[in-house]
T-cell receptor
């Protein structure tokens, strides 16, 4: 398995434009996480899916952010419209959650470095 | 989501010195995971502890889970410059499976 695959690796966009980040989790994993990392705020959990269903989206900053998981092998994080303060590294991670206190580790993608100018 | 509290937030050591970071929870944890993130990299899983009093070693790294399953520690013996990075602990059992990272401990190793 190639691991968690994120695209693009780098994205530079102008303020107001729509940005779509993509993630392909590891095959067989049932949990998917989107994170945002900045120097100021650290590694923030934005949204967590289990079996393609959003379980916790309390970390999504505002309505400009939306995430979907149409199937077990693909997820997107969309920002519309983008703002300079959205500049960060966005990570996607996947794991196998058993719900019985013994979870497998989360595997992270390489991240997407987003710059909004 | 709930987090496990981790200290210290920053640690500078001379190469060859030992290093320890501690995680504490007010509630009993089913399990605890440790991750390392190198500068410019992504978090990488190190280990998971599940049993009360468990001790696991990975070369110079020693991980412990407290008897009451409310605290954990990571100890690095004789640090090397390759140990530089941020070490995170977290517990999936605190929520509904979400992995909520705290601030971690940022380790700097001075040559």
């Amino acid at each position: 398995d190639a691991g968690v695959i994120q695209s693009p690796r780098h994205e530079v966009t102008e303020m107001g434009q729509e940005v779509t980040l993509r993630c392909k989790p590891i095959s067989g994993h049932n949990s998917l996480f989107w994170y945002r990392q900045t120097m100021m705020r650290g590694l923030e959990l934005l949204i967590y899916f289990n079996n393609n269903v959003p379980i916790d989206d309390s970390g999504m900053p505002e309505d400009r952010f939306s995430a979907k998981m149409p199937n077990a092998s693909f997820s997107t994080l969309k920002i519309q419209p983008s703002e300079p303060r959205d500049s960060a590294v966005y990570f996607c991670a996947s794991s196998l959650h058993s719900g019985r206190g013994s979870d497998t580790e989360a595997f992270f993608g390489q991240g997407t470095r987003l710059t909004v100018v | 989501g709930q987090q496990v509290m981790q200290i210290p937030q920053y640690q500078h050591v001379q190469e060859g010195e030992d290093f320890t970071t501690y995680c504490n929870s007010s509630t009993t944890l089913s399990n605890i995971q440790w991750y390392k993130q190198r500068p410019g990299g992504h978090p990488v899983f190190l280990i998971q502890l599940v049993k009360s009093g468990e001790v696991k070693k990975q070369k110079r790294l020693t991980f412990q889970f407290g008897e009451a399953k409310k605290n954990s520690s990571l100890h690095i013996t004789a640090t090397q410059t390759t140990d530089v990075g941020t070490y995170f602990c977290l517990s999936p059992s605190l929520g509904r499976g979400q992995l909520t990272f705290g601030s971690g401990t940022q380790l700097t190793v001075l040559p």
